[in-house]
């Protein structure tokens, strides 16, 4: 006897070879809507020219600073080389040798982009040499201009003593004792 063959029905089922215009459509606008949201970021990555790179680096060491001093109780110093480009933090407590092991983990502004001078109060401006930013244990910094230059592009930035922010201007600005 000869089995009999059961027929399936291809009522329900729709034979598709391609994408209906609304699943393009939504593929479309997600990739639209990430190229939105990631371009930005990558163009100022890529394109960067590491200015604003090292201003935001000095804005996160002086507040890593400013707490870390009052957390411990212990001054911190922020010590800038002009003439290598060169920035670096210790605490005061630390011995010599720990000091010259910050020295030498030290942070490299990005090629072209140097220290153009640093103001501190009732000091004179320093073009060439060292200076450092004290971040004092009650909570205080000592109040210090520094301009970072790449080319003709300058920042500016502005060490408040008493305010847990640093004023950046992307210009050079001129600061005179009191006036901003």
Not at 15 to 31: C, P, S, Y
Not at 116 to 139: P, Q, V
Not at 153 to 179: C, E, M, W
């Amino acid at each position: 006897m000869e089995k009999e063959k059961t027929k399936i029905s291809q009522a329900g089922k729709l034979n598709k070879k391609g994408f209906t215009l609304i699943e393009l459509t939504v593929v479309v606008f997600l990739i639209g809507l990430m190229l939105l949201i990631a371009v930005p970021k990558v163009r100022d990555t890529m394109l960067s020219d590491g200015l604003k790179s090292s201003v935001n680096h000095l804005i996160n060491t002086a507040r890593e600073l400013q707490c870390d001093s009052v957390r411990n109780q212990v001054d911190y110093i922020c010590h800038l080389d002009i003439n290598n480009n060169l920035t670096w933090t210790y605490s005061t407590d630390m011995t010599p040798e720990a000091r010259d092991e910050m020295k030498k983990r030290s942070f490299q502004f990005p090629e072209g982009v140097k220290i153009a001078d640093i103001y501190r109060f009732g000091k004179e401006k320093k073009t060439d040499g060292e200076a450092t930013i004290k971040f004092s244990s009650k909570g205080y910094v000592q109040p210090t201009v520094i301009h970072l230059a790449r080319g003709d592009q300058y920042f500016t930035l502005i060490y408040h003593p008493f305010l847990s922010y640093i004023k950046t201007y992307d210009r050079y600005v001129d600061f005179q004792a009191g006036n901003e």
